[in-house]
């Protein structure tokens, strides 16, 4: 008898749970869909301005090396390029080093994140990134 009761209450316990649990979804996927939560606008970066044409090349060469690649990029070539073109290399960068090295893409970022505003195009990448690298 002890069994039985044992049972149905790990039965109405699981099946409470589960009622608690599709209850929960329905307001989670309410607020998602909401007017406020429209999805980050993507920039290209090659339409961003503050890099000599003639460096395109070698940054495509960088990435295609990874983070080291854009490291020595940056530390070669970092002072010649300007805001939002270097803004969005280095953020690059910071997505690609936060594996091998989280200390310097926290680094990374707070000095971007310092530089950029709100009226930066590589604005909203920044607020898209903030909750993972502070």
Same mark, same amino acid.
């Given at each position: 008898?002890?069994?039985?009761?044992?049972?149905?209450?790990?039965?109405?316990?699981?099946?409470?749970?589960?009622?608690?649990?599709?209850?929960?979804?329905?307001?989670?996927?309410?607020?998602?869909?909401?007017?406020?939560?429209?999805?980050?606008?993507?920039?290209?970066?090659?339409?961003?301005?503050?890099?000599?044409?003639?460096?395109?090349?070698? *940054? !495509?060469?960088?990435?295609?090396?990874?983070?080291?690649?854009?490291? %020595?990029?940056? +530390? =070669?070539?970092? #002072? @010649?390029?300007?805001?939002?073109?270097?803004?969005?290399?280095? *953020? !690059?960068?910071?997505?690609?080093?936060?594996?091998?090295?989280?200390? %310097?893409?926290? +680094? =990374?970022?707070? #000095? @971007?994140?310092?530089?950029?505003?709100?009226?930066?195009?590589?604005?909203?990448?920044?607020?898209?990134?903030?909750?993972?690298?502070?």
């Amino acid at each position: 008898m002890k069994f039985i009761i044992g049972a149905i209450i790990v039965i109405g316990l699981a099946v409470g749970g589960w009622n608690l649990y599709v209850y929960w979804g329905n307001f989670k996927d309410k607020d998602d869909s909401s007017p406020h939560a429209a999805a980050p606008v993507q920039i290209d970066s090659a339409q961003l301005k503050g890099m000599p044409s003639s460096l395109e090349p070698m *940054l !495509d060469a960088a990435k295609k090396r990874g983070a080291i690649g854009l490291h %020595d990029f940056l +530390t =070669t070539y970092g #002072k @010649v390029i300007a805001d939002p073109k270097l803004a969005s290399i280095e *953020l !690059d960068y910071v997505v690609l080093v936060a594996q091998s090295s989280p200390g %310097d893409a926290r +680094t =990374t970022f707070a #000095k @971007v994140k310092k530089r950029i505003g709100p009226g930066s195009p590589v604005y909203s990448r920044v607020k898209q990134l903030e909750s993972t690298y502070e």
